[in-house]
């Protein structure tokens, strides 16, 4: 079995400019999904797609594979992750090389503890799943705000949290880790299909990197976990 992990690093960024390449900690910002992929042994290659000749060449000093770069097209405001990921894929079956799954690194959520991308790929086929996607669990007392708000529980009769069945646990994307069979990425042009499994990750785990507030939560993130 084949397992391809594919980090997308685009060069243009229109929250903080030039963000994969911003330093967290003692490496670049795209350093650490590349590390942490490379220490998953289910893993057999590591590809960062990337428009950028800088962010290519820093990527390869941490010994990931850059046998291209992503065309323009593919590498604007408005183009997808999946996109990115079926180049990927379509370029290397071209060298012969054609994985079983795909698993996604986004390097914008660099918090994941040692270990946690060989259990999330150990969860997909421990649970015979199609896809996997990494969530943390949130409580039910959710609302919606337009004019006139409403809440999605009975707030007159208010559980506490400690007696919510655990079948009834709500998690919510991370946007850390996605893991999808190469077929259905293929067909279904999504990084989820199938049956799909999730992969429960922690709060602190779940920091995702928009604004240059998230990179110093994020730097704290990594020293409480004594990953820095």
Not at 74 to 96: F, N, P, Q, W, Y
Not at 193 to 215: C, F, N, P, R
Request: hydrophobic share 40%; glycine share 6%; with cysteine.
């Amino acid at each position: 079995m084949k397992i391809l992990a594919v980090i997308p690093a685009r060069a243009g960024s229109k929250g903080i400019p030039r963000k994969n390449l911003l330093p967290l900690g003692n490496k670049p910002l795209v350093a650490w999904s590349i590390q942490q992929a490379l220490e998953a042994t289910s893993i057999d290659r590591v590809v960062v797609s990337t428009d950028g000749a800088d962010i290519a060449e820093v990527a390869r000093q941490y010994n990931a594979d850059v046998p291209f770069l992503r065309p323009d097209h593919l590498s604007t405001d408005t183009s997808s992750t999946e996109e990115a990921m079926i180049h990927t894929v379509e370029m290397l079956a071209k060298t012969g090389y054609s994985p079983d799954f795909v698993i996604l690194l986004q390097p914008t959520c660099p918090i994941r503890k040692p270990g946690s991308v060989e259990q999330s790929i150990q969860t997909l086929l421990n649970t015979a799943s199609d896809s996997i996607v990494s969530a943390k669990e949130i409580h039910p007392f959710l609302w919606q705000r337009p004019t006139d708000a409403r809440a999605h529980y009975d707030f007159r009769n208010r559980p506490r949290r400690q007696d919510v069945a655990e079948e009834d646990g709500l998690f919510e994307e991370n946007g850390s880790i996605y893991i999808t069979r190469t077929e259905i990425l293929l067909r279904d042009k999504c990084r989820l299909g199938g049956k799909i499994g999730i992969y429960q990750m922690s709060a602190i785990e779940s920091v995702d990197i928009d604004t240059i507030d998230d990179l110093a939560l994020a730097e704290a993130a990594l020293r409480s976990t004594g990953m820095l």
